[in-house]
C-alpha cells in the first residue's frame, strides 16, 4: 500500500499525463522511438546540433509568438520581417556600412514594423489576422524591391559565426540565445504581472479594460517586441547561410505558429504554457529532423506540418464539446 507521502506525487504524475502537456511528452517519445528505428544516425552529436541549427531563427521567434497567440491576436508577418531584416543587413554591409552598426538598423527596422502593426490593431481597432497579412506582403515586396533578384553576401567572418556552430563550443550562438529567451520569456509570462495581463486579454478584452489593464499598450508591447525578435532571427538567418536572397525566410510561418497552437496555445487566446511551447518545438523539429534522414522530400514534410496545424486547433476544440456533452445538466 503506498504511503500517504508517495500518493499526492503519484496523483500528479496521472494528473500531468491527462494534460494537454503530458500528451505532448508522450507524441515526443514516440517521435525519438521512431527516428532512433529509421536513422540510426539520428542520435550522433552531429546530427543533433544540426536538429537545432537549421531551425534556430523559427523557435527564436515562436516565444515571441507564443505572447501573441494567448493575447488573442496573431502575427503572419514575422517571416516577411525576417527577410526584411536579412535582406537591409544584406544591402547596407554590401553598401560598405560597419556590420555592427548594420545590425542595430535591422533591429530598429524590426521594431518599426512591429509598430506600425501595433498601430493599426491596438489604436485603429483593425483585426490582427487583416493588418498583419497586409504587413506579410508588403514586407516581402520591400524586401524583394532592396535586393531584386541578386543574392548578397561577404559578411564579415565574426557575423557568420553569429549563425554557425563554433561561437560557443559546438553551439551557435542564436541557440544560446534561444535558450536565454526561453528562460526569461517563461518567468514573465507565468511569474509577472505583464504575462497575467496578456491572458486576462486573451480572455476576455473588454473585461481587462474594465479592470483597469491598458490594453492598447500591452498589445502595442507584443506586436513590438514580436517585429524585434523577428529582426533578429532574421539577422541570424543571414549569419547562417552567409548570403541573403529576397526570399528569405519565405513559409516560416507556418512552422512558428504550428509550433505555438501544438503546445497548447488556444488560437482563441487566453491559455498556453512556455513548457507546452517546448515540447511542441521539440516536436517539430524531431518530425522534420528524422522524415529529411528519411529521405522525404520538403514537399510532404510541409504537408506534415500542415497536419500538425490542422489537428493543434481541432483536437482541443473536440476534447472541449466531449466533455462539455458529458458534464450534467446545470438547469434546475
Known sequence: ???????????????????????LVIILGLTLLLNVMLAPQFLTLQNQINLFQLSNEKIIVALAMTFIIISAEIDLSVASVMGLSACVFGYLVNDGMPAGFAIMVCLLVGAVAGALNAFWIAYSGIPSLVVTLAMLIGFRGLARVLLEDKGMGNFPEWFNLLGRGGFIGPFPLAFVVFVIMLAVFSVVLHRTGFGRQVFVIGNNAEVARYSGVKV???RSILFVMSGIVAALAGLFYAARLASVRGDAATGFELDIITMVLLGGV??????????????????????????????????????????????????????????????PAQNP
Open 266 to 327: 488556444s488560437i482563441f487566446g487566453g491559455k498556453g504554457s512556455m513548457l507546452g511551447v517546448l515540447l511542441s518545438i521539440l516536436i517539430v523539429l524531431n518530425l522534420r529532423n528524422g522524415m529529411a534522414l528519411a529521405n522525404i522530400t520538403g514537399h510532404i514534410q510541409t504537408a506534415v506540418i500542415g497536419i500538425l496545424l490542422i489537428s493543434s486547433v481541432l483536437i482541443p476544440n473536440l476534447l472541449q464539446s466531449l466533455q462539455a456533452s458529458k458534464s
Open 216 to 218: 492598447a499598450r500591452v
Open 1 to 23: 500500500m503506498a504511503s500517504p507521502s508517495t500518493l499526492p506525487s503519484g496523483m500528479a504524475v496521472i494528473g500531468f499525463f491527462k494534460s494537454w502537456e503530458g500528451l
